[in-house]
């Protein structure tokens, strides 16, 4: 059975940061491309970041890029979003998501991130 | 990297075919045919309900089908059940490894 699990979120401050996690299994991880999704209370689901499988390449939204950093780890089936100088915005729902064909065709319960003073 | 634009609701009464639009560009939808749609419920994660712009994925009725013409993909649920009363997303490929969900379309069953 597909699992993703993802863990890290909470409160945090304007300006401070948060590692997000995202535990997979019951698939070949170290084959698969990755994406975060985000989604704000109320809102539509956000593409934030993809990674490929070995991890050498990456792609972030224009509203995360130079904050936010994707990275994984094939041996530990895990993919990680380092997340700094986290805005008001940035509070949602982060969902790490399974790609096949360019689509995500599994999805975590998601974290929630909540950036608030 | 603008959302893809769907309308904000539709409604349909059990029995009755629904059609859901999604609009994009050349760059998105109209550039690939990696177009994919999610159903979302309350509290839950969205599910992948059509990839590719029409193949279901194993497990989803064969109520739900997409289509695609030009930089409109459409999502059609035919004899439409109160269970589908959800929130329903576009999302395509734009290119360079990037991607775009659309705003998102509240369907009603009445």
């Known amino acids: 059975e597909v699992q993703l699990v993802e863990s890290g979120g909470g409160l945090v401050q304007p300006g401070g940061s948060l590692r997000l996690s995202c535990a997979a299994s019951?698939?070949?991880?170290?084959?698969?491309?990755m994406h975060w999704v985000r989604q704000a209370p109320g809102k539509g689901p956000v593409w934030v970041s993809h990674?490929?499988?070995?991890?050498?390449?990456?792609t972030y939204a224009e509203s995360v890029k130079g904050r936010f950093t994707i990275s994984r780890d094939n041996a530990e089936n895990t993919v990680f979003l380092q997340m700094n100088s986290l805005r008001v915005e940035d509070t949602a729902m982060y969902y790490c998501v399974r790609d096949r064909s360019y689509s995500g065709d599994f999805w975590g319960q998601g974290t929630l991130v909540t950036v608030s003073s | 990297q603008s959302a893809l634009t769907q309308p904000r609701s539709v409604s349909g009464s059990p029995g009755q075919s629904v059609t859901i639009s999604c609009t994009g560009t050349?760059?998105?939808?109209?550039?690939?045919?990696?177009v994919s749609w999610y159903q979302q419920h309350p509290g839950k994660a969205p599910k992948l309900m059509i990839r590719e712009v029409s193949n279901r994925p194993s497990g989803i009725s064969n109520r739900f089908s997409g289509s695609k013409s030009g930089n409109t993909a459409s999502l059609t649920i035919s004899v439409v059940q109160a269970e589908d009363e959800a929130d329903y997303y576009c999302?395509?490929?734009?290119?360079?490894?990037?991607?775009?969900f659309g705003g998102g379309t509240k369907l009603t069953v009445l």
């Open positions: 050349s760059s998105d939808i109209g550039g690939y045919n990696y």
């Open positions: 999302y395509s490929y734009a290119g360079a490894y990037t991607w775009v």
């Open positions: 019951g698939f070949t991880f170290s084959s698969s491309w």
């Open positions: 990674i490929n499988s070995d991890g050498s390449g990456t």
